[in-house]
């Protein structure tokens, strides 16, 4: 497969890093045109995002404005020169879309995520030459991303870029979705002259965390950002805490550093960089999750203090030893390598429960029904 940068996808030039910015969703007119007017007047922006169908996971959520947005989308064509993109989910979607010149269409996660959807608009969009953005589906499944990526290309689209937008988590975690770096930089790797933009906004759920992250992606010379923006964030009917306000944007703009000065899609990091850094995403989630079993671990030193249990248990613990390192074999580990790491873990475990129990005892706290 091979796709156009980024910087050919347009008659005119664009800016590195590619930026998108705009609403969550379309609210009202004026919402769409302040904004619109807010972001052309920064020369940052190469598109204009909104969502104008909403998939959202509990019903009676917002679920977009629907087709009369996309006559709002026009406006900011004609009178902002901004060129905008919108999520689609069926071939109704898509119809609605390029009746209404809609100029960059983008596959939601969770659309992303069924492959019968993606076929479906991959055969609504066969012979029109339309850029698509291709978000990672809500699993950290790579093949699944992948496909989609392909199958969309199969319809004859070319201009078509990936966007990383984290994967959703059951345990609760810094962030509102995982970002596993190590996966977008893999399907990088597996198609090396796919642009890959990165979108903090999803990825942080939190305005206060969008430039850590946007830094991030640009380190990994990524190609560039989709940053949710609204004039007023606390009011937004959808994704209200992680969507900038227009002086959160401004200083997003001027904080980032880019190291990149030329849109290169061929200017990937070398190999051993990329190795790198997929192991440094990896440590973090290694750390996250000893994190969230010491916490775990805490709770435990309660439970035995309230039932009067002691602390080591030790057939738990050889349960415990026997069954990680017959784990760890399966994985191609060392039974040794795994016996010192999970021991290590364990008396840190044993270390929290002990000072918990401490704790209970010299102040005198006695852990009831009611704390
Ligand atoms: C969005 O961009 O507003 C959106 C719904 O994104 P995602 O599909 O990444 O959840
Ligand atoms: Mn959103």
Redesign the pocket.
């Known amino acids: 497969m091979e796709f156009p940068s980024l910087k050919s996808w347009f008659k005119e030039d664009v800016n590195y890093p590619f930026i998108i910015a705009g609403p969550?969703?379309a609210e009202s007119e004026d919402q769409i045109l302040s904004t619109a007017s807010y972001l052309r007047s920064t020369g940052k922006v190469n598109l204009f995002?909104s969502?104008v169908w909403?998939?959202r996971t509990r019903p009676g959520a917002f679920s977009g404005i629907g087709v009369k947005a996309l006559k709002w989308l026009q406006k900011v064509q004609s009178v902002y020169n901004l060129r905008v993109t919108v999520?689609v989910a069926s071939p109704k979607h898509v119809e609605a879309c390029l009746k209404h010149g809609v100029d960059v269409l983008?596959l939601?996660?969770?659309?992303v995520s069924n492959p019968f959807s993606v076929e479906e608009l991959s055969e609504a969009l066969k012979g029109v030459d339309i850029p698509v953005l291709i978000?990672n589906p809500l699993s950290p499944d790579i093949d699944l991303w992948q496909g989609a990526i392909e199958r969309i290309y199969k319809a004859g689209v070319k201009r078509i870029a990936a966007?990383h937008?984290g994967f959703s988590p059951f345990e609760r975690t810094l962030y509102r979705n995982m970002p596993k770096w190590e996966i977008p930089i893999e399907l990088r790797q597996r198609i090396r002259n796919l642009p890959i933009i990165c979108?903090p906004?999803?990825i942080s759920g939190r305005a206060d965390l969008v430039t850590e992250i946007s830094q991030k992606a640009l380190d990994l010379t990524m190609s560039g950002l989709?940053i949710?923006v609204h004039p007023h964030p606390s009011e937004a009917l959808?994704?209200s805490a992680q969507q900038l306000n227009f002086d959160q944007f401004t200083s997003l703009m001027e904080t980032l550093i880019i190291r990149k000065p030329t849109i290169d899609d061929k200017g990937f990091l070398n190999q051993l960089e990329e190795l790198r850094n997929q192991i440094d995403s990896i440590d973090f989630q290694l750390i996250e999750l000893v994190a969230s079993r010491m916490n775990i671990s805490g709770k435990m030193g309660e439970y035995k203090f309230k039932n009067n249990v002691a602390v080591l248990q030790m057939e738990r613990w050889l349960e415990i030893l026997r069954t990680r390192i017959e784990h760890g074999t399966l994985l191609n580990l060392e039974p040794a390598f795994i016996e010192r790491v999970m021991t290590l873990i364990h008396q840190e475990s044993i270390r929290i429960q002990s000072a918990i129990l401490d704790n209970f005892k010299t102040t005198g706290d006695h852990w009831s029904e009611e704390q």
Do not use: F
Not at 108 to 111: D, F
């Open positions: 969550c969703s995002r969502g909403k998939p999520e983008w939601g996660a969770r659309t978000k966007v937008r979108d906004s999803h989709m949710e959808s994704d």
